[in-house]
Nanobody, 124 residues
Framework: QVQLVESGGGSVQAGGSLTLSCVVS????????LAWFRQAPGREREFVAS????????DYADSVKGRFTISRHNAKNTVYLQMHSLEPGDTALYYC?????????????????WGQGTQVSVSS
């Protein structure tokens, strides 16, 4: 059983920064491509960023490029999402996801395992 546990969410003002963490347990961490998604109230879950199984490739949604950075630390079984220049539009529940493949995708169906989410709220 694979478990993903997110942390690091909170409330910040626009322009602020947060770093989200997701610890993956249950199987070999480097077996998975990893991603972050988010879901705002009344909206569908959307892709934010992904990182390849080997950590040598990343992908970002256009809305976060240049502001967010995804990384992974295999020795800590952890994937991170550094978020800078946060905007009110970034307010959402942020989910960590894992896929048993070299690369994940941008769709929720590409990922087999999900965390419970961590809330990010950005005020203007």
């Amino acid at each position: 059983q694979v478990q993903l546990v997110e942390s690091g969410g909170g409330s910040v003002q626009a322009g602020g920064s947060l770093t989200l963490s997701c610890v993956v347990s249950g199987r070999t961490f480097n077996s998975y491509a990893l991603a972050w998604f988010r879901q705002a109230p009344g909206r569908e879950r959307e892709f934010v960023a992904s990182i390849s199984r080997g950590g040598d490739g990343t992908d970002y949604a256009d809305s976060v490029k240049g502001r967010f950075t995804i990384s992974r630390h295999n020795a800590k079984n952890t994937v991170y999402l550094q978020m800078h220049s946060l905007e009110p539009g970034d307010t959402a529940l942020y989910y960590c996801a894992a896929a048993r493949s070299d690369w994940g995708g941008v769709w929720t169906r590409d990922y087999e395992y999900w965390g419970q989410g961590t809330q990010v709220s950005v005020s203007s």
